[in-house]
């Protein structure tokens, strides 16, 4: 008769099994196994093989597919044609693997998932209207200046916002994307960029102004309040308010509420 | 663009000193973190003072993200990891090895567990790492309007918004992970894909429409 004697390094050896055996037989960003289960997806059983290629070419150049399945779910659930749905996943397989090769090359050493929210983040970047040389040299930039890719996904993001919400041309979104990452602000502000620079070009700001003053701060160490004071000291209803008050610049009182200057400088931070 | 509420706030009245108000915006500038009561402090005092307003509204989502997220922390998976260590060793202070080596395989068990089912289940929402996400949108005659988009899965059934009085305005208030780029659409009577009228940030989706986008 067979014994089995289990020993505790036994069950640690289990348990260690245990631990590693989700990823390993995960299938949740399996195209195949969705194709095949999803009703959805029945409607595109013909272009299937043309679906998986992109999939198969995905996996050569060792682009995650992750975001290549949500893009399929997205065209499945819009329900388009089938050859707009393959044209559409081989463009995104296109941004993933521009955004592959520029992290090779720049940002190497990332592990999957950081790799995978770098890769959106590229994808997304280009899909706004971005150069591959602008994110090739910001994330120069990001080398330089020894960031990681916590705060190399910060900035695309910004920079992807700006683009397109406000049309964000290459150069000036380069020049605000280099500073961000130079700077010392917390990249846990980055996030306030896009809202303080879309206000203040709504305040009639033109962007070039706006991002000389975004930079200027942030290359002076400065935070989010000095940078809000600065942009609304240089818009054009704050300048035009000052050229109103000038006459009679003695009356100008010191509390921002009785219509003198709104604020001191913000403090500079660190 | 939608609006963002995070959390609702007690509503504190009174105002404070706009040097104190610009001291939390810079603390929570340097810390990331901001409490509720400070947030309500910052609202009553803007609501009253021009200047202020100007100078913080365009800070005013992040301020009322991070303190939402910041009133309810959670209990992130190494910490549990941890606690369940902490566990096993206080019930054997003096174990003997035979009996550490079961004990830590238990624990290991444990956290294996726990990890593969957060693995199996996708991302596992804590109050910490999640926002609450108002959106609207006007379809006066709509029959059905869904929200949907990366966060759904794609899947047009999961969030149907409502339009409970009838003003032609629907509605949804969602739970979506912070830190993320949410891709989404409106789906108006189970066919019309369209983008957030409300939102400035849109991308071309590759099949020929436009999606809109949110940074979380």
């Avoid at chain 1, 069950?11 to 009703?39: C, H, K, T």
């Avoid at chain 1, 709504?202 to 991002?211: C, P």
């Avoid at chain 2, 054997?92 to 090895?97: A, K």
Wanted: aromatic share 4%; proline share 7%.
């Amino acid at each position: 008769m067979c014994t089995v004697r289990v020993t505790p390094r036994a069950v640690l050896l289990l348990a260690l099994l245990a631990l590693l055996a989700p990823p390993l037989f995960s299938d949740g960003n399996d195209a195949a196994s969705w194709l095949r289960s999803d009703p959805r997806a029945r409607a595109y059983a013909s272009a299937q093989a043309e679906i998986l290629a992109v999939f198969d070419d995905a996996q050569k150049t060792g682009v995650p597919t992750g975001p290549l399945v949500d893009k399929l779910k997205e065209g499945v659930a819009k329900r388009v044609a089938a050859d707009l749905l393959v044209a559409g996943l081989r463009v995104e397989l296109d941004r993933l693997a521009t955004g592959e090769s520029l992290l090779a090359g720049q940002a190497p050493g990332l592990d999957p998932g950081q790799k995978e929210a770098a890769l959106r983040a590229v994808s997304l970047l280009l899909a706004s209207g971005a150069s591959p040389q602008m994110i090739e040299s910001l994330l120069d930039a990001a080398s330089e200046a020894a960031r990681g890719s916590t705060y190399i996904v910060k900035t695309l993001g910004v920079l992807a916002q700006l683009k397109l919400s406000i049309h964000l041309p290459d150069a000036l979104a380069q020049t605000l994307g280099t500073a961000l990452l130079r700077s010392r602000m917390p990249q846990e502000a980055f996030d306030a960029i896009p809202s303080v620079v879309i206000r203040a070009r709504a305040n009639g700001m033109s962007s070039e102004e706006v991002v000389a003053i975004v930079v200027g701060v942030l290359r002076s160490g400065g935070g989010l309040i000095q940078m809000q004071d600065r942009l609304q000291k240089a818009s054009p209803g704050a300048q035009a308010e000052r050229r109103q008050e000038r006459p009679g610049a003695g009356s100008a009182a010191a509390h921002p509420q009785a219509g003198g200057p709104p604020h001191p400088e913000g403090p500079v931070k660190r | 663009m939608s609006i963002l509420r995070w959390g609702t706030m007690s509503r504190e009245q009174g105002t404070e000193g706009c040097a104190r108000i610009e001291a939390m915006v810079a603390a929570w500038e340097d810390q990331g973190v901001l409490s509720p009561p400070d947030l309500e402090a910052i609202r009553t005092h803007c609501s009253a003072c021009g200047p202020c307003s100007g100078r913080f509204s365009a800070l005013m989502p992040l301020l009322e993200r991070d303190s939402g997220a910041a009133a309810s922390p959670g209990l992130p998976e190494a910490e549990l990891a941890d606690k369940v260590m902490a566990r096993v060793r206080f019930s054997s202070p003096r174990p003997v090895p035979r009996l550490r080596w079961a004990a830590i395989a238990v624990a290991c068990l444990i956290v294996a567990a726990g990890f593969g089912f957060t693995l199996a289940r996708g991302w596992t929402a804590t109050p910490a790492d999640e926002v609450v996400v108002h959106f609207e949108l006007e379809a006066p005659g709509a029959k059905s309007v869904a929200l949907v988009g990366s966060f759904t899965d794609w899947d047009a059934s999961k969030l149907m918004m409502s339009d409970a009085d009838r003003d032609g305005v629907w509605q949804i208030t969602v739970k979506l992970r912070k830190d993320s780029v949410a891709i989404y659409n409106f789906v108006i009577d189970g066919s019309r894909w369209i983008p957030d009228p409300r939102s400035s940030a849109q991308v071309d989706d590759g099949f020929g429409g436009q999606s809109s986008v949110l940074r979380l």
